[in-house]
């Protein structure tokens, strides 16, 4: 019998290594990697402010390839809120946690993403057609997922919901169900908020996209949409119940199932698919050290509110059930020993890993630190038992 020795010398490591344990979830190693570091894009130069073209950014999403330990990491608009020229793009990225106790990084190969025609896209807030939205450049990429052996992107300023192909030239868009879109979008967000009456919030569209287990997709949006009580007259956060769209193909009609936040001040930052109908989800706040959790919810038994034109900012019409959701690790719980005054606010990567020899899964999580070379781009590797996932007290 041939023996993998890769695989023992990871699991005697995961043994043995002083790590902290959270019920049966266990903090293996942190890693913290320089804001100052750079991509392989070999792009020259600088951004209109100042930040050079090739710095890494992100990640806001990620996903495991199945291929040994390398994962796809996205990175988002870029620097300044979408007033750079910055073109999105993802990477091939390597963490090594094998051979040895320490925790190492190294980016593969950077892709950066383009239209159909192959004209780069950019993460300009201003590059967008309003009689022609096709047409548009701009992207703001915030999930990545891997289905039918295409790159799958959400993003924020469509909503958009594009496949991709690995050299980056995008190949198609899902349809997407008009109560989510905006009818006069603007660079400006203030004057978004003043024309739109419906749509999704402003910097608030598909946080996050993963497959379902069932061969389509699962997306969700960062907090509820305008015509859900997503905010009030004065442009305050009230709205909890967050619609997320069950795609089962292209051009098929979606599901659209309801999440809802634990609080109005949270939203959602990333979706990962685990097993049968069960999913992780990052929820937080946008404050540093206050809640940031990995929810652990199931979509089995919930509803279909397609049919529904609005929902209230909190509670759900009789009838209308949720998605389960519990929480499966709580970041700043001080067992953990991760909270701190350097604990950052946006954490935005979610990626499941190959399974450990005795069947715990492995759990990336990543904050995204927005192009800032003075903020490190934190990284914390989980396993996770298998009992974990269970609800209990199952209806």
């Known amino acids: 019998m041939k023996v993998n020795l890769k695989l023992i010398v990871w699991f005697l490591w995961l043994v043995n290594l002083s790590s902290m344990t959270l019920g049966q979830v266990t903090l293996i190693k942190e890693l913290i990697i320089s804001g100052k570091s750079k991509d ?3 792009d020259k130069g600088f951004l209109e402010d100042g930040t050079p073209a090739n710095q890494l950014g992100g990640p806001s999403g990620m996903v495991w390839t199945g291929k040994g330990m390398n994962y796809l990491w996205l990175s988002d608009r870029g620097p300044k809120n979408g007033e750079t020229s910055h073109t999105p793009r993802f990477h091939i990225v390597n963490f090594d946690y094998t051979k040895s106790p320490d925790f190492k990084f190294k980016i593969q190969k950077t892709v950066k993403l383009k239209r159909a025609d192959g004209v780069l896209l950019t993460g300009n807030s201003k590059a967008f057609d309003q009689s022609k939205p096709k047409n548009s450049l701009r992207l703001d990429p915030e999930g990545i997922t891997l289905w039918n052996n295409k790159i799958v992107i959400s993003e924020e300023y469509g909503p958009n919901i594009r496949v991709f192909a690995d050299t980056g030239r995008a190949l198609a868009d899902w349809s997407i169900p008009e109560p989510f879109q905006v009818a006069s979008p603007s660079a ?54 967050v619609r997320m769209l069950n795609l089962c193909g292209l051009d098929c009609k979606p599901r659209e199932l309801v999440y809802t936040l634990d609080d109005k001040a949270n939203g959602v930052s990333e979706i990962c698919y685990i097993e049968e109908s069960k999913f992780l989800a990052i929820e937080r706040d946008g404050k540093e050290g206050k809640f940031k959790k990995i929810m652990l919810f199931d979509t089995e038994g919930a509803s279909d509110v397609s049919n529904i034109e609005r929902l209230p900012s909190t509670g759900l019409p009789q009838g209308v059930v949720p998605v389960r959701k519990k929480v499966l690790i709580d970041l700043l719980n001080p067992k953990l020993g991760l909270a701190g005054k350097n604990f950052p606010e946006k954490i935005e990567g979610l990626a499941t890993g190959p399974d450990t020899e005795q069947g715990q899964k492995t759990l990336l999580v990543a904050s995204d630190n927005d192009f800032e070379a003075n903020k490190p781009i934190y990284l914390w590797l989980f396993s996770i038992s298998s009992d974990e996932m269970l609800f209990r007290n199952s209806p």
């Open 40 to 42: 392989k894009s070999n």
């Open 188 to 241: 400006d967000e203030s004057e978004e908020m003043a024309k739109n009456k419906s749509g999704r919030q402003p910097n608030a569209g598909f946080e996050g996209v993963t497959t379902d287990g069932h061969g389509g997709i699962l997306t969700i949006l960062q907090r509820p949409l305008l015509q859900d009580g997503g905010l009030d007259s004065a442009g305050k956060k009230v709205g909890t119940n």
